[in-house]
């Protein structure tokens, strides 16, 4: 099902809810960088990208918070982020609407996004009174080991165009309360979003006397600027998340300085569907993991491996979802599927299913849908029939395509779950303990999160969140991923008399 409404404006209704967020008109009116809607396909605003100086300016001010800022304690710093998340409850409807204009998310998706927002602050408000480190056994009489976690320094946050917030929030939330400071280069894509954050950012400063200026800053335009944050010896901790070729062209720069890396790169995730799987649950498990965001997800279902058993059952109860998905404005009650970012990804997914065709694959959907006169990219998701995992399966392309195969049983399952360059995210369904314990076991799933009953998608601020391998190791939201934006100091302190050394070495002048 096609939802043919007549398409309203995004231009209009992003100037009024950039107002009501209040973010400066100057910010989005006057720069030489167009602003266009995937919705509509409209250009709904100019920005202007941030001068070199600017962004040096930017990190100077940045360090200088972080000066001030490391010596507030950290629950005070954790006052600022409960404000900040203060201030995203009551924009709520306004940032997931810009969202909704500028990323093209369906409302619930837009919304979610906001509340994935608010909800790392709650986490973050918590972690502040729980920044803590070991104290360790000695060998040394009268000695005490313990180890201490200190502020890091300025973060440089480098985000995609499809958690054009949320993963600022992942960052940010954890970063502040750490005692550090946060330079933030948003997708050139999604640059309003970003400053719309930034002005609620800082009306948490405003109510917040212990907040320096300069703690947070977005810096707008391409690569460059990310380079500049890359590159600078005052930003010891680089968090980057993109595809796998931005994490291969950052990832060596700032080792080559010695600078930390948090990379959340490209996904190319699989759902394992085994004979005792409820099928009802997996149906939806699966159309929503593939479908939803249109495909746009890291955690996207990319990869389905169906046990040559149901195959017949299956598919075409999957096939039907795929035909009756409602595709359209994502403003609109009951789409489901939105639009894809830009024309470059429509073209990106042709060519994927050129080359599927090519290695003997049966394609059904992946055909425009016609909703804004052309002007923007939606498209009928794609479910593709494989005779195998080809090429192009094992490469990510973000768009909603489903490769679908078969298999007979659950060790080459896994081999081939595991079997692709990248290891964000997995999932198996059945009712076979002994299944999902394999799975989630040391000889299973490859992937830095797997999932039981539950497609690979829509993580839990709770949880740590990132893959291995080429989706690039690192880390975020919750568990103990706050280390990576605090330094560990081991100390030893020794309350005695005498000086015993380590290992019992004698050194006596
Ligand atoms: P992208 O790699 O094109 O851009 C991401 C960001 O990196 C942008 O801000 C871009 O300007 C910047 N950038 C690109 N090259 C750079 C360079 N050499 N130096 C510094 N900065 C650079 O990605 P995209 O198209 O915006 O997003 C889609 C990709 O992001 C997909 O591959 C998706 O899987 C991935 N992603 C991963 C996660 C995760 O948590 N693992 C989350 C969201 C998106």
Redesign the pocket.
Known sequence: MNLQTKIASAASEAAEVLERLGVRQELWSAGSRAVRSPVTGETIAQVQDTSAERVQAAIEAAHAAFLTWRNVPAPRRGELVRLLGEELRGAKADLGRLVTLEAGKITSEAEGEVQEMIDICDYAVGLSRQLFGLTIATERADHRMMETWHPLGVVGV??????PVA?WSWNSALAFVCGDSVIW?????TPLTALAVQALFEKACARCPDAPEGLSAVVIG??EV??TL?DHPKVPLVS???????GR??GPRLASRFARALL????NNAAILAPTADLDLALRGVAFAAMGTAGQ??TTLRRLFVHESLYDAFLPRLKSAYASVPVGDPRAAGTLVGPLIDHGAFEAMQRALADARAAGGQVTGGEPVEVAGGQAAYVRPALVEMPGQTDVVRR?T?APILYVMTYKDLAEAIALNNDVPQG?SSSIFTNDMREAELFTSARGSDCGIANVNIGPSGAEIGGA???EKE??GGR?AGSDSWKAYMRRATNTVNYGRTLPLAQGVKFDI
Do not use: Y
């Open positions: 480098i985000t995609a165009f499809n958690f993963v280069k948003p997708s050139e894509k391409g690569r990310g380079e890359v980057a998340t993109g595809s796998t070729a931005m062209a950052v959340e790169l490209g996904g997800r890291c990510e973000f964000l969140f990132g893959g989706t690039g975020e």
